[in-house]
């Protein structure tokens, strides 16, 4: 597998900034947690599509990178609740 990139699925605003990286007086909610591989050619920029299919172009890149720490959960343990089962699956196989 390729270098792949968490990203986050985001709410609208409705209350207090609850994701990590966001701007002051921000309020996004993260709705659920995805793997995407970075589009070929460019390790800096994600792919089109998670590893379960969803489209990116909405999503926001977290700076954590699971492929370079395949010890470790390829997401951020806070957000164990709101993991994409799908993609999940594809991590861990």
């Known amino acids: 597998m390729g270098t792949i990139v968490v990203v986050y699925e985001i709410d609208k605003p409705v209350g207090p900034r609850t994701r990590p990286g966001g701007a002051p007086g921000e309020a996004r909610t993260v709705r659920r947690v995805h793997a995407a591989p970075t589009a070929p050619g460019t390790p800096t920029a994600t792919g ?7 489209d990116t172009f909405a999503m926001e890149t977290d700076c ?29 196989t």
């Open 64 to 92: 954590q990178k699971p492929s370079e720490h395949p010890e470790a959960l390829w997401y951020p343990a806070q957000y164990a609740s709101a993991v994409c089962r799908d993609c999940d699956a594809v991590m861990t």
């Open 48 to 54: 089109p599509r998670t590893l379960c299919g969803k």
